[in-house]
Structures are given as C-alpha cells and as structure tokens.
C-alpha cells in the first residue's frame, strides 16, 4: 500500500518477485491489472491474469474452489494469490462484498491466501464495502509511505516522521512496525 504511484508500482514488483523465489513450495497467482505491469514476470509464477475475461472467470473459480475445500478439506495445492491492484479487480470483476468477505474469510481456512496490493486512497480512505472489509481482515501489511498518514494499521505517532525513501517502506502489524528496504 503507498499513496504514491511510482512507491507502489516498486512494492508490486518486489513482491511479485519475491514470490517468483518460493514457486517450488507454493502455487503462485498474480492477477494484474489491465496494464499489465507486471507482466516480464509471468513466465517464473504459475499463473499471471491480466485479460479481463480471465479475470471474471478466475474469480469465480476461487470462490467454487473455496467452497469445495470447505466441504471436502482437502487443502492442495497450497496458493498465494496476489491482486496487484484491489480497486482494478473489483471493477472489472464486480466483485461484491459477499464474495470478498468470502475469499478473505474461507481462503486462508483452505490454504489459499491473498495478498493485495492497492493505493491508500482506495483501501484506507474509501467508503465502499470492499475496501471496507480489506481493512478489517487485514493483519500483515507492506507500506511505503508515512505511518502517521495511514489509519489502516493502528500505530503510535511518531513525530517528525519523514517519508520512506526509494525503496524504502514499512513492515506493519497494529503497533508494530519495521523499516525495511524494498528489494530491486
């Protein structure tokens, strides 16, 4: 999460590398958004979706898969899905927020686990249900830019905080917080 641009175009490209290292242990989905940002990656994750029809029927796909693992408890394949742009997915999808509340809820129960990357604006400030419900399952966060600008973690204040530089960025809990560096 970052309320610059240019920050979190680097978080989602970090992360989706990141995650590129742990594909002999995890299945591993990156769904883009229309710009596809991300996409001189996707030859090292299982699965990159960026088209919008892909897109609509890979969420439905989660949700029958998730309904399935809660009936059946079988828990494999382990994934990690990440949703490079919250507020891009949500449109072109229409996702509401029954279906968000079931992917966040019911996912981690069945071993698919999500990690959403989005700009403040949308996920800490707007009104709208999904955003709404991200905040409230949200326990681990990667943020680049002020902790006293954000209310989605609960943090003391800090006083003469100065922006995070390139690279730079917060590992965040509810008042636990590490500075950490953004790998290139």
Request: proline content about 3%.
């Amino acid at each position: 999460m970052s309320d610059r641009l240019d920050e979190l175009s680097r978080l989602r490209e970090s992360v989706t590398k990141n995650l590129s290292l742990i594909k002999n242990k995890k299945q591993i989905m990156v769904i883009d958004s229309g710009e596809q940002s991300l996409s001189r990656i996707a030859s090292q994750l299982h699965a990159y979706i960026s088209e919008q029809e892909i897109i609509s029927r890979v969420k439905n796909d989660l949700l029958v898969e998730i309904e399935k693992r809660m009936k059946t408890g079988l828990l494999d394949p382990n994934w990690i899905i990440f949703i490079s742009d919250l507020k891009d997915f949500c449109r072109r999808t229409n996702l509401t927020a029954e279906e968000m509340n079931k992917l966040l809820k019911n996912g981690p129960k069945t071993a698919i686990h999500f990690i959403i990357g989005s700009e403040y604006a949308y996920v800490g400030q707007s009104f709208e249900e999904v955003p709404r419900l991200v905040r409230d399952y949200v326990e681990t966060g990667l943020i680049s830019m002020r902790l006293s600008d954000q209310d989605v973690f609960k943090q003391s204040y800090i006083s003469n905080e100065k922006y995070p530089k390139p690279y730079e960025g917060y590992f965040v809990r509810d008042y636990q917080y590490e500075r950490i560096k953004i790998p290139q």
